[in-house]
């Protein structure tokens, strides 16, 4: 089942330089394009200056792909509307309203209750990352081993294994790959 992905950069029109929003955005376009290009149902595009508008072929990659484009944005930070029923941007005006930094729908009442609360409990990890943690956890992710990320950074394996602890890296990518799971058992028994 596609999956529909709205993104929208928090305090966009706030920035101090307001010069790099459009090549930050741009690069994480094409990030997400090219890492995606399998799964891709419509491809990522800048929409409205400050957001960022796609669609996975398969659902289950979304969590995944939230997460990469956190990453490529940061230390900025995106509010996202994620849904399988195509209502990505209503799904995005209900977390902020709510002050979620992410809000799926489109699964079942049920499905979407169980989904949000599960990835409220993981937000406020998200939210207090510092830029260092975003570094290595960005770089981490482009990296085959740990040795190859901490020699990009200039720092040492146990100071990339600390910033990684610190911005809570294997809790988020655990409760990512939990949504994926939960996607994947409740939209697969649907189809």
């Known amino acids: 089942m596609q999956s529909e992905i709205h993104a929208d950069v928090i305090g966009s029109r706030g920035l101090e330089k307001p010069e790099t929003l459009a090549p930050t955005l741009e690069h994480a376009v094409a990030e997400l394009n090219a890492l995606f290009a399998p799964a891709l ?32 944005v940061a230390p900025l930070q995106v509010r996202v509307g994620v849904a399988a029923d195509g209502a990505a941007e209503e799904a995005f005006v209900a977390a902020w309203h709510a002050d979620r930094l992410v809000l799926y729908r489109g699964v079942d009442v049920a499905g979407d209750l ?35 990320a901490a020699a990009e950074l200039g720092i040492g394996v146990d100071e990339l294994e600390r910033r990684l602890r610190s911005g809570h890296w294997r809790e988020v990518e655990d409760a990512d790959a939990t949504v994926a799971a939960y996607l994947a058992l409740v939209l697969g028994a649907k189809s």
């Open 41 to 72: 149902a419509m491809p990522f595009a800048v929409v409205e200056t400050d957001a960022v508008r796609g669609a996975l072929a398969d659902a289950v990659q979304a969590p995944l792909c939230v997460s990469v484009l956190r990453e490529l």
């Open 114 to 148: 169980l989904l949000n609360a599960y990835c409220a409990m993981v937000e406020p990890l998200v939210r207090a990352r510092t830029a260092a943690e975003w570094d290595a956890i960005r770089t981490a992710r482009r990296h085959p081993t740990p040795v190859a």
